[in-house]
């Protein structure tokens, strides 16, 4: 996924010269803590939080451009570059917003922190079941009955508890994506398993072939 496909088209922007005042009452009413500051060719010039706006009134401050964050201290991703950049941005420096430019540092829209919270919600109600269905077309050949087969098994040398391959499939086809990760310990062990299972379905299928 790229930066374009996670962002919210749906954005106002700022000039240098507009009014404090009147851009106090402008991210009151649309209910946004942060802005764009753009020139005439809509290039992103400056940023302002509603931390900036609030500071201004208090200093008597008649301009944006008296308040607002230069270029240089503004972090910003590309638009095509992948989303993990923008996700990563936001979370280890606890942004609200990071703007997305184009090749002409013109601001093509946001990404917000309140949207990446809504996308990995999404994510964690994934069925387990999806994403082994697409793990079986990567595996191409293998049958679904293979890969419960394998899984079945993995996870009885994992647990030390003993399954059957519909006990297992009985499992994923009821779980989600985020009650899958709690259950195994963490996204990292998730994975690591169904690397495991990936690498058990080719293992059985070279042991078949030499029989």
């Given at each position: 996924?790229?930066?374009?496909?996670?962002?919210?088209?749906?954005?106002?922007?700022?000039?240098?010269?507009?009014?404090?005042?009147?851009?106090?009452?402008?991210?009151?009413?649309?209910?946004?803590?942060?802005?764009?500051?753009?020139?005439?060719?809509?290039?992103?010039?400056?940023w302002i939080t509603s931390f900036?706006?609030?500071?201004?009134?208090?200093?008597?401050?008649?301009?944006?451009?008296?308040?607002?964050?230069?270029?240089?201290?503004?972090?910003?991703?590309?638009?095509?570059?992948?989303?993990?950049?923008?996700?990563?941005?936001?979370?280890?420096?606890?942004?609200?917003?990071?703007?997305?430019?184009?090749?002409?540092?013109?601001?093509?829209?946001?990404?917000?922190?309140?949207?990446?919270?809504?996308?990995?919600?999404?994510?964690?109600?994934?069925?387990?079941?999806?994403?082994?269905?697409?793990?079986?077309?990567?595996?191409?050949?293998?049958?679904?009955?293979?890969?419960?087969?394998?899984?079945?098994?993995?996870?009885?040398k994992t647990t030390g508890k003993?399954?059957?391959?519909?006990?297992?499939?009985?499992?994923?086809?009821?779980?989600?994506?985020?009650?899958?990760?709690?259950?195994?310990?963490?996204?990292?062990?998730?994975?690591?398993?169904?690397?495991?299972?990936?690498?058990?379905?080719?293992?059985?299928?070279?042991?078949?072939?030499?029989?």
């Amino acid at each position: 996924m790229r930066a374009k496909e996670l962002m919210d088209k749906n954005f106002v922007y700022l000039n240098c010269e507009d009014s404090v005042v009147d851009v106090s009452k402008v991210m009151e009413e649309i209910r946004r803590f942060t802005c764009p500051v753009v020139n005439d060719d809509k290039q992103l010039v400056g940023w302002i939080t509603s931390f900036d706006i609030t500071k201004g009134l208090r200093e008597g401050n008649e301009k944006i451009s008296e308040i607002m964050s230069d270029f240089e201290d503004i972090a910003t991703v590309h638009e095509d570059d992948p989303a993990r950049k923008a996700v990563i941005l936001t979370a280890n420096n606890k942004y609200v917003t990071v703007p997305v430019v184009n090749d002409d540092n013109q601001v093509i829209g946001m990404v917000r922190a309140c949207d990446i919270v809504e996308l990995l919600s999404n994510l964690y109600d994934i069925k387990v079941e999806k994403l082994y269905k697409a793990m079986q077309n990567q595996l191409k050949g293998v049958t679904w009955e293979e890969l419960m087969a394998a899984s079945a098994l993995v996870s009885t040398k994992t647990t030390g508890k003993k399954i059957s391959a519909e006990e297992y499939e009985a499992n994923i086809v009821s779980s989600t994506f985020g009650e899958a990760i709690w259950a195994t310990g963490g996204l990292e062990k998730f994975f690591a398993g169904l690397i495991s299972v990936g690498e058990m379905v080719i293992a059985r299928r070279v042991g078949k072939a030499r029989r």
